[in-house]
């Protein structure tokens, strides 16, 4: 218990634990008479308030007087200082009760504050007492009620800063994103939310949470609300972590690339042949663009579209003419995707046994090419050490892809080449 003194001299004397106790000071303190008035009283714990009661709570607050005076004639005033601003301000009604045990009493917001008290009896005797109270926000008002069944796709992240490769697959999720619904009835906002996996320590400002490879499947959360005063509600819930892209699957990766003639004409649907792939084949769009995934099963695979038979597509006397004025040395064919398109018969030259070839192919003679595929296909990075003889070297004609293979393989394009057509008249769709 708290007694607090003053005389006309000494102002605020303060004698803990003790009651009506009117002959000790403190040693510095030197009275010059005895005490014959006090207030005595026990500081009161915190006072919690809620939403419900508008963020302010019910205080009371007794004290006890005593003096060796009549107490008849007492003068008591009372003041409340909100939030310890050095502005206190009367408050008669909040005093209730019958000398020597009375109480203060009222609805007060949260904060720290002070009750005031100056007493005066009728031998002119004062005595004075500050009560410190506090009321805070000590919950929150509302619990966070978690969304469950969330499920999220593992996406191409490189965070680890190793160029991508296997293993890469990230996904960002947000503590917001399982909350059911927004708490907006709290003393105390902002709610701020955070999230970890369970076993994992709780931290406020942990707003979202990466997750990889390491967590395909079902992860376990807790998705927590904190109110402004730092009080704070929690729930379990769990988020399925799917890989449907196999960013996780070793050996599992992407194609992407384009077939499509030396004019950009794309091959619509063009099959592609894949070796050393647990799957044979894949294929183009109706816009000549492959994206599709695929499971290596060496350390070494191939891709290279296949051609389709159509022998006579883009093939007519115009060629002819074209290929023959190139041999007679009039027009030479321009760049070497022409030159291989004009070696119809696959001998890596142009000859008239070429001429020969293309004319029974668009008389309907021959309908079909002894040695060479109806199309050939030169990946499209790939670049001629003399263009004028695009046979100077064994012409590339497939892509090959050596462990260890990242997720992603991209531009994988290629040239098409019509055999017979050098003057790009082949349907390509
Ligand atoms: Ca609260
Ligand atoms: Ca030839
Ligand atoms: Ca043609």
């Given at each position: 218990m708290n007694s607090v003194t003053l005389n006309?001299?000494?102002?605020?004397?303060?004698?803990?634990?003790?009651?009506?106790?009117?002959?000790?000071?403190?040693?510095?303190?030197?009275?010059d008479k005895v005490q014959s008035l006090s207030i005595a009283f026990d500081t009161i714990p915190q006072v919690?308030?809620?939403?419900?009661?508008?963020c302010s709570a019910f205080v009371s607050y007794d004290f006890e007087l005593s003096t060796d005076c009549t107490p008849d004639g007492l003068s008591i005033q009372v003041f409340l200082d909100l939030d310890n601003a050095g502005a206190p301000v009367p408050v008669p009604e909040a005093l209730t009760g019958d000398f020597p045990n009375f109480t203060l009493s009222g609805d007060y917001p949260i904060g720290d504050h002070n009750f005031e008290i100056i007493v005066v009896n009728a031998c002119a005797d004062t005595a004075t007492a500050i009560l410190p109270f506090s009321v805070a926000d000590c919950s929150l008002d509302e619990p966070v009620i978690c969304l469950n069944g969330i499920a999220v796709l593992l996406e191409p992240g490189d965070s680890d800063n190793d160029s991508l490769s296997y293993g890469n697959g990230e996904?960002?999720?947000?503590?917001?994103?399982?909350?059911?619904?927004?708490?907006?009835?709290d003393c105390s906002l902002p709610i701020k939310y955070a999230i970890n996996k369970v076993g994992e320590p709780v931290d406020p400002d942990q707003g979202h949470l990466q997750l990889n490879c390491e967590d395909v499947g079902t992860v376990i959360l807790q998705v927590w609300a904190f109110d402004a005063a730092g009080?704070?509600?929690?729930?379990?819930?769990?988020i399925l972590v799917l890989d449907n892209n196999y960013l996780c699957t070793e050996g599992a990766f992407t194609l992407q690339g384009l077939i499509a003639t030396e004019e950009g004409d794309p091959l619509a649907f063009n099959a592609l042949e894949l070796q050393g792939f647990e799957d044979d084949l894949g294929y183009a769009d109706a816009l000549g663009y492959f994206d599709f995934l695929a499971f290596a099963q060496s350390d070494t695979a191939t891709v290279a579209p296949l051609s389709p038979t159509d022998y006579t597509n883009g093939v007519s006397v115009s060629d002819v003419?074209?290929?023959?004025?190139?041999?007679?040395g009039i027009n030479p064919l321009p760049g070497p995707y022409k030159r291989?398109?004009?070696?119809?018969?696959g001998s890596g030259s142009i000859s008239v046994s070429d001429?020969?070839?293309?004319?029974?192919?668009?008389?309907?003679?021959?309908?079909?090419?002894?040695n060479a595929?109806?199309?050939?296909?030169?990946p499209a990075a790939y670049t001629f050490p003399d263009p004028s003889n695009p046979w100077f070297e064994p012409l590339p004609e497939s892509i090959q892809l050596t462990a260890p293979f990242p997720t992603l393989f991209t531009d994988l394009n290629f040239v098409a080449i019509k055999l017979g057509d050098v003057n790009g008249t082949a349907v390509t769709d």
């Open positions: 006309p001299v000494l102002r605020f004397i303060f004698l803990c634990c003790l009651v009506f106790t009117t002959s000790v000071h403190p040693a510095h303190a030197v009275p919690c308030a809620d939403f419900e009661g508008n996904a960002m999720i947000y503590a917001s994103d399982f909350v059911h619904e927004p708490i907006t009835a009080n704070s509600s929690v729930c379990e819930t769990y003419i074209i290929v023959a004025d190139h041999l007679a291989i398109a004009a070696d119809v018969n001429l020969i070839s293309m004319q029974k192919i668009f008389l309907g003679i021959s309908d079909s090419l002894s595929s109806s199309w050939r296909y030169i």
